[in-house]
T-cell receptor, first 112, second 113 residues
Framework: AQSVTQLDSHVSVSEGTPVLLRCNYS??????LFWYVQHPNKGLQLLLK??????LVKGINGFEAEFKKSETSFHLTKPSAHMSDAAEYFC??????????FGTGTRLLVSP | DAGVIQSPRHEVTEMGQEVTLRCKPI?????LFWYRQTMMRGLELLIY????????DSGMPEDRFSAKMPNASFSTLKIQPSEPRDSAVYFC???????????FGPGTRLTVL
């Protein structure tokens, strides 16, 4: 079965500094991987997805993630945090064609 | 284009009452998913449909929960009778065939007193 592990439950950064949210996956075959963001009291929004094309995936709002098969990682990064980035971020792996398996989430806190 | 629409956005009810949550998927999407989100268990897939047919309901917690999709543009999730432990945010999501990403609605926050 596929699974993802988000290594940090909370990450705190200052506005303007880089963001790194870590995710490791477990999959028996070439996975599809996603990052979703959930702002307070909102639904989940797709940030980016990896589906075996380029290993560096660019998403919305300046986020990107790099698929590293040797490390089974799919970390999410952003060069410079903005206050509006404060939210919960979910790393997700596709199990089979339609079922998604969600990580436990990382709460990003951005201070002025 | 309108995204996934859910109603109501908030529901407060008393234990034992019937609760019906509604979802309108994105037009043209032939997969529809119901999720539940709680602090303790995170996001759980309850059931999903393909072309209005339930495919996997293994996540439905018990017989008090039922879901229907009478047509391509409407689905309901019903809880009867409701219990306080059903309090959660319920999300509906849809997906077009041939793609793995899902598009989520804003959720329904259910509180059972």
């Amino acid at each position: 079965a596929q699974s993802v592990t988000q290594l940090d439950s909370h990450v705190s950064v200052s506005e303007g500094t880089p963001v790194l949210l870590r995710c490791n996956y477990s999959s028996s075959y070439s996975p599809s991987l996603f990052w979703y963001v959930q702002h307070p009291n909102k639904g989940l929004q797709l940030l980016l997805k990896y589906t075996s094309a380029a290993t560096l995936v660019k998403g919305i709002n300046g986020f990107e993630a790099e698929f590293k098969k040797s490390e089974t990682s799919f970390h999410l990064t952003k060069p410079s945090a903005h206050m509006s980035d404060a939210a919960e971020y979910f790393c997700v792996v596709s199990e089979g064609f339609q079922k998604l398996v969600f990580g436990t989430g990382t709460r990003l806190l951005v201070s002025p | 284009d309108a995204g996934v629409i859910q109603s109501p956005r908030h529901e407060v009810t008393e234990m034992g009452q019937e609760v019906t949550l509604r979802c309108k998927p994105i037009s043209g999407h032939d997969y529809l998913f119901w999720y539940r989100q709680t602090m303790m268990r995170g996001l759980e897939l309850l059931i999903y449909f393909n072309n209005n047919v339930p495919i996997d309901d293994s996540g439905m917690p018990e017989d008090r929960f039922s879901a229907k999709m009478p047509n391509a543009s409407f689905s309901t999730l019903k809880i009867q009778p409701s219990e306080p432990r059903d309090s959660a945010v319920y999300f509906c999501a849809s997906s077009p065939g041939g793609r793995t990403e899902q598009f989520f609605g804003p959720g329904t926050r259910l509180t059972v007193l």
